[in-house]
């Protein structure tokens, strides 16, 4: 364990000297020198602790539209910070090559990653953090490029600095996180940018490796209603694997029903890669597909994303169906949305935040 090696909250120590983390919903119970299944949480000596506080191994000044967040302060600049390892082992991540290190061994899956040497990273402390933000025309903080619940401690001490700064504040998840540190967190963040992967369990277990779904759900659940947080849900769409109608009829279902028809939801394309390499590209048709499905089931904004220059990456009003905000990329073309958030042509609230 390095010297800078943070104690973890969430966690209990147990009288054989291991440790159970309260984190996630794996809660790993941890032998002495082992960590948990992120492989970034280590026992030492009967205490918990992070291994990652403080260490940012990419650090960008985004477009909040790239989360994406499209719903939420459109046309701003977010300070976007990520570090290494995760809570799901995604074999088709884009991100791999810090998600995928462990730089602990990882006692509960008995493996390792094809990376395991941890990547060059950045000592940030929380303080620098709204300094960063604010020197580069930055409007809030992210955590993303990996799993942020992982980077949790740090997560918390720089959201509310955050706040405490008048920046806004953002989780780019896959929502597998336990509702108690989502509600000691929930404070402090403004926005919740969900993964909802697929819609039943043995399509997860697949995709990410884990057991169940339904921590996604009940998290997603906690932040949009309990904690009156913005959500947003993106959905990759993969061949064969959650691109059928049930359970993309699901997932907007459970939007709508769950969390509410004004929660965006984005169906993205998938691109081959890594594990996943031979599976097909997402034709163009599947993601019109799931969007015709969002709005049929009441749904007030479905995005199609990875396809350049498709009208579906636009803002229509729920109402009058003409176009609020024109989107170039990442870049924000026309904006027809008043100042008390209202459709210029017709007067129709809009959701945006």
């Not at 061994?105 to 008995?110: N, P, Q, R, V, Y």
């Not at 759900?217 to 993969?238: F, G, P, S, Y």
Request: charge should be negative; glycine fraction near 6%; aromatic fraction near 10%.
């Amino acid at each position: 364990m390095q010297t800078e090696a943070h104690e973890a909250m969430f966690y209990d120590k147990l009288k054989d000297g291991s440790v159970k983390c309260r984190l996630c919903p794996w809660n790993c119970v941890i032998d002495d020198g082992r960590a948990g299944y992120c492989g970034v949480r280590q026992n030492v000596d009967g205490t918990l602790y992070s291994v990652i506080y403080g260490k940012a191994t990419s650090v960008a000044a985004d477009p909040i539209e790239k989360k994406p967040l499209y719903n939420f302060r459109p046309g701003t600049r977010v300070l976007s910070l990520g570090t290494y390892g995760c809570n799901m082992r995604c074999g088709h991540c884009q991100n791999w090559q810090i998600s995928h290190v462990i730089p602990v061994k990882d006692f509960t899956s008995g493996k390792t990653f094809k990376v395991v040497e941890p990547p060059r990273s950045e000592e940030i402390p929380p303080e620098k953090l709204v300094t960063l933000a604010i020197e580069n025309d930055c409007a809030g903080i992210a955590w993303t490029y990996n799993e942020p619940t992982i980077w949790f401690e740090y997560a918390y001490d720089g959201a509310k600095l955050a706040k405490q700064n008048d920046l806004y504040t953002v989780f780019v998840t896959n929502g597998y996180i336990n509702l108690e540190p989502l509600a000691a967190i929930a404070p402090y963040l403004d926005a919740y940018r969900v993964d909802i992967k697929a819609f039943n369990d043995d399509a997860y277990k697949l995709l990410c490796k884990v057991r169940s779904m339904q921590p996604v759900l009940d998290a997603a659940k906690a932040a949009k209603h309990k904690h009156n947080m913005h959500v947003e849900v993106v959905t990759l769409i993969i061949p064969t694997l959650n691109d059928d109608d049930k359970q993309l009829t699901g997932i907007a279902n459970f939007i709508k029903n769950e969390l509410g028809a004004d929660v965006p939801w984005h169906v993205t394309r998938f691109v081959p890669y890594l594990e996943f390499k031979n599976y097909e590209v997402t034709p163009v048709e599947t993601l019109e597909r799931a969007v015709e499905i969002g709005y049929k089931a009441g749904l007030k904004y479905v995005y199609i994303g990875n396809v350049a220059g498709h009208p579906a990456e636009h803002t229509y009003c729920p109402k009058c169906k003409k176009g609020l905000i024109e989107r170039h990329g990442f870049s924000i073309g026309a904006f027809n949305i008043d100042e008390a958030n209202q459709c210029i042509f017709c007067g129709e609230k809009i959701d945006i935040t």
